[in-house]
């Protein structure tokens, strides 16, 4: 059956150390992957997508990477801070009918980053 | 910045009653999604338009649920009747159409903060 698995369990890292997410799936062949952010109570953030021909993508303090042999992504937030805890979302992107694209989505990581 | 827009925000409804939620996405954007997100888990698909058609409904109870975007612009999802296992966020979302814009779109989607329903 197909599966998205992110970190089971909710991440706490100590401010300025490196929080690495995990995003694991199977049974499906996503063209791109996407992660988001979401705080309590809203909507999610986009934050950046991967190609399936990329290994690697950087924006800022963020960093993705993309192993299709694994089925795997992971998510780098480099000299964290407190603001960045929230849940973090990976998503597949798959092609549906048409050009119509759609997104499924991990069950998330929630993560604290201990001041 | 351009955003999208949900209405309401929090809404309480005994089991067996009909709810609406309404969303207006970002001006120019032809796809709109409503998703459903329990606690604790990732949003699910409930439908997709493009447009004002349907592309993907597969995941939406239509014994119950409705979705309409009747001009391609706003769009209203309706439960009638609610039951308790509807609660839960119900979240909105938007994007441009594949391929529109400066090269190829990623189908970055667009999020509303949501409706929060809850059935007792």
């Known amino acids: 059956s197909q599966k998205i698995e992110q970190n089971s369990e909710a991440l706490n890292i100590q401010e300025g150390k490196t929080a690495t997410l995990t995003c694991n799936y199977t049974?499906?062949?996503?063209?791109?992957l996407q992660w988001y952010r979401q705080d309590p109570g809203r909507g999610p953030v986009f934050l950046l997508l991967?190609?399936?021909?990329?290994k690697e993508k950087r924006k800022e303090r963020l960093k993705v990477t993309f192993d299709t042999t694994l089925k795997q992504s992971l998510f780098h937030i480099t000299a964290s801070q407190p603001a960045d805890s929230a849940t973090y979302l990976c998503?597949?992107?798959?092609?549906?009918?048409?050009?119509?694209?759609?997104?499924?989505f991990g069950s998330g990581t929630q993560l604290t980053v201990l001041p | 910045e351009a955003e999208v827009a949900q209405s309401p925000r929090y809404k309480i409804t005994e089991k067996s009653q009909a709810v609406a939620f309404w969303c207006d996405p970002i001006?120019?954007?032809?796809?709109l999604y409503w998703y459903r997100q329990i606690l604790g888990q990732g949003p699910e698909l409930l439908v997709q338009?493009?447009?004002?058609?349907?592309v993907d409904d597969s995941q939406l109870p239509k014994d119950r649920f409705s979705a309409e975007r009747l001009k391609g612009v706003d769009s209203t999802l309706k439960i009638q009747p609610a039951e308790l296992g509807d609660s839960a966020m119900y979240l909105c979302?938007?994007?441009?159409?594949w391929g529109q814009g400066s090269g190829r779109s990623y189908n970055e989607q667009f999020f509303g903060p949501g409706t929060r329903l809850t059935v007792l």
């Open positions: 338009f493009q447009d004002e058609s349907v």
């Open positions: 991967i190609r399936e021909n990329e």
């Open positions: 049974n499906y062949s996503p063209a791109y």
């Open positions: 001006s120019g954007h032809a796809t």
């Open positions: 998503a597949l992107v798959l092609f549906s009918s048409g050009s119509a694209r759609q997104l499924t």
């Open positions: 979302a938007s994007s441009r159409r």
